[in-house]
């Protein structure tokens, strides 16, 4: 379905919201600021908040607004692919419609781990990105959700796997 969206989609930037999480009030406001402030950056990537805990995502930089230039992705950006989950999602991004078009449907046949796929790639291909401290996205936790059970059902029947962290999306 995000595939057709996207494909449907007219507009310059595309955010990406599951079905059952929400924006804050002040999402799409804060988002037009971020573009204009930085000169239509590829990527903007703000944070999420936990419902019901209210348990927020950890911050990016220090608990500031940063903008990032591609030259300096692999030393602050990449690191949090595989040190975090920070990256993991897409619904904490604000993308340039150019940007998802130029990353194509390749991998789309991956069922876990997609939205970081297609995050990697993005900021592969992207050469600017702002992060905000702002939690803007509202994601719901659900530990019924198939994402949850399918990977619980998964990871137990994975002979000798290492332990897995704690899940934070």
């Known amino acids: 379905s995000k595939s057709l969206g996207v494909l449907k989609s ?3 930037y595309i955010m990406f919201l599951d079905s059952d999480d929400s924006y804050n009030p002040t999402t799409v406001s804060r988002v037009i ?28 930089f220090d608990d ?22 920070r990256l993991n999602a897409l619904g904490m991004d604000c993308v340039k419609k150019s940007l998802i078009d130029s990353i194509g ?9 997609e939205d970081m796929l297609a ?10 990105a ?21 990977n619980k059902y998964i990871s137990q029947n994975i002979p000798d796997r290492p332990q897995q962290p704690p899940h934070r999306p």
Do not use: C
């Open 10 to 12: 007219r507009g310059k």
């Open 33 to 60: 600021e971020t573009i204009e402030k930085y000169n239509h950056p590829d990527i903007i990537r703000f944070r999420y908040q936990m419902l019901p805990k209210g348990t927020e995502q950890d911050i990016y």
């Open 64 to 85: 500031q607004e940063k903008y990032v230039e591609k030259k300096d992705f692999r030393e602050l950006v990449y690191p949090m692919f595989i040190d975090s989950y």
């Open 105 to 113: 449907n390749e991998g789309s046949e991956v069922r876990f781990g």
């Open 119 to 128: 995050n990697l790639k993005m900021f592969t291909k992207a050469n600017n």
């Open 130 to 150: 702002v992060f905000l401290k702002d939690v803007l996205y509202n994601y719901i936790f659900n530990e019924k959700s198939t994402t949850k059970t399918n």
